[in-house]
Structure formats: structure tokens, C-alpha cells
């Protein structure tokens, strides 16, 4: 397996990266790392196609006395029996604009992979080892702005006198603040001014208001909570009691038929005396 990756980076920050086993652990594309384990240690999901294969093992990573790096790792399948052994060699070369990371090593594996086409597999470690150069580009680039910002200390003092000089005397006080500007009346047209409440009015329901709020506490008193909550309001808020319809007693009602059957009966004894005669 050969593949080579260009990055904008130069070659002594990628060795700066790859010589520290913790970031290159963040670089690698999906790992999992294991707490307590070895620095790039955890577990990789490898999608193959519309098939993924997930592996748990550990990855070495050392540098060789040409300048390149050795990378030694072994896997196995979480689910399943399959495994996998990796041996790789990385070499940075300087090139126009950055450098260039080129791979070179071979693979042994078994279990689901060998079932998979091989062009997908291909696909799929070529894409792994694309992001790989690119997360060990953005690690460096990370740490060279850092750098930077740390040996710079004056640029904070600087940018904070600046501020100040820009400062006007409107800035700090010392000129009068310009009246607030008044704001339009709502929908373009102005409303009426409310109008004044006579002082014996507000007298009247101040008092009225007091006269209500000691007659509640003096109920109040001696009454448990839930009779106070089932308490009818009182005051302003008591509830306007429905008209009551007035009815004459039950004597009354039967006068005036009693009065018109004695009258009645009154007309018909004189017809009939009268009749005899």
C-alpha cells in the first residue's frame, strides 16, 4: 500500500505533532481512546461501503533515524473473531507551500473485511489516512497560533492603549449628555392627556380600600386556612346577589277567589227572593 497527502504545513510541525503519542491519538479520525489505556489505544469504526466494521486495539507510533516514523498496531473486531495487523511507514518531505506525507506499508486482516469488494475496502483506508494528514495539519497549525499569541505578550498592553488614546472626552464624562429625543405618539397620533382625579376622590378610595383590608384581617382571625380559602369575597369584589321575584302569602292568594264566589253567590239569593215575591 502506497499513498502520498499534501498539507499546507511545514514538515518540522507535523513531526512536532507526531512525536507526541496524546496528539496524535486526536488525530486519528474516529477513535475512542480507552481510559487508563496506551495514548492511541481505543476503538475505530471503519465504514466500508454501506457496511461498517469496528475494531478495539492499540497503534505505536516511533521515529526512525532517517526522519521518518515507524507505525506498528494490531486489532481486533469488537463483534466478532475477525483481526487485523498493521505495519506502516511515514515520511514527510518538504515541498512548495507545506509538505508532503507519503505511506508506505502493508496489512494483514480476516474476518468480516475479507468478505467485503476490495476497491471499498481501498476506498475506505485511503479516505482514513486523507483525514489522518489532515487532522495531524490542523494539530499543528493549532499549536503554532498559540505559540504565537504566547511570545507576544505586548499586543494585549498595546491594544488596550490604543483603546484608551481613542477614548474622547464624551468618553469619559466629561461633556454634558445630549437630551433624550422625544418619542413619537403611537400610529402617528397623539393621545389625550388623562385626565386629572379630584384629591377628594383618591381620598375616598384610599379609604375605603384600608376600611376593606381590616375587615378581611378581623374575619380572617380564628378561621382555618381552608375556610378562609372557601370564604366568599367581600367588599368590592362580593358577588352581585341575583333579584329575588316577590310572591303574596298563600292566604292572599285565595281572597280574591273566596270574595268573588260570596258575591256570586250574594246576586243569586236576591234574584231568587226577588222571583218569590
Request: proline fraction near 9%.
Amino acid at each position: 500500500m502506497e499513498h502520498e497527502v499534501f498539507v499546507p504545513v511545514p514538515a518540522e510541525r507535523l513531526r512536532e505533532v507526531l512525536d507526541d503519542p496524546a496528539r496524535v491519538a486526536r488525530a486519528v479520525p474516529g477513535l475512542q481512546q480507552d481510559a487508563g489505556a496506551e495514548p492511541v489505544a481505543g476503538r475505530l469504526k471503519i465504514r466500508v461501503g454501506s457496511h461498517s466494521v469496528t475494531y478495539r486495539g492499540a497503534v505505536r507510533v516511533s521515529r526512525r533515524d532517517d526522519g521518518g516514523y515507524a507505525v506498528e498496531g494490531e486489532a481486533e473486531e469488537s463483534r466478532g473473531s475477525g483481526s487485523v495487523e498493521l505495519t506502516l511507514r511515514i515520511t514527510l518531505r518538504d515541498a512548495e507551500g507545506g509538505c508532503t506525507v507519503t505511506y508506505d506499508g502493508t496489512a494483514s486482516a480476516d474476518g468480516r473485511i475479507t468478505d467485503l469488494p476490495a476497491e471499498a475496502v481501498e476506498g475506505a483506508v485511503t479516505r482514513l489516512l486523507n483525514r489522518f494528514a489532515e487532522h495531524l495539519a490542523t494539530a499543528a497549525t493549532q499549536d503554532t497560533n498559540a505559540a504565537s499569541e504566547t511570545n507576544d505578550p505586548g499586543s494585549d498592553g498595546e491594544r488596550a492603549g490604543a483603546g484608551a488614546e481613542e477614548q474622547t472626552p464624551a468618553d469619559l464624562g466629561l461633556t454634558e449628555e445630549p437630551p433624550a429625543p422625544e418619542r413619537p405618539a403611537a400610529f402617528g397620533a397623539d393621545r389625550p392627556a388623562p385626565s386629572p382625579v379630584p384629591e377628594d376622590e383618591e381620598d375616598e378610595e384610599d379609604d375605603e380600600d384600608i376600611a376593606e383590608a381590616a375587615h378581611a384581617r378581623r374575619t380572617m382571625i380564628g378561621r382555618s386556612a381552608e375556610e378562609v380559602d372557601h370564604a366568599p369575597p367581600r367588599g368590592r369584589y362580593a358577588p352581585v346577589p341575583a333579584p329575588q321575584t316577590v310572591s303574596p302569602p298563600a292566604p292572599l292568594r285565595w281572597a280574591a277567589p273566596a270574595a268573588a264566589l260570596a258575591v256570586a253567590s250574594a246576586i243569586v239569593a236576591v234574584r231568587a227572593l226577588r222571583r218569590r215575591r
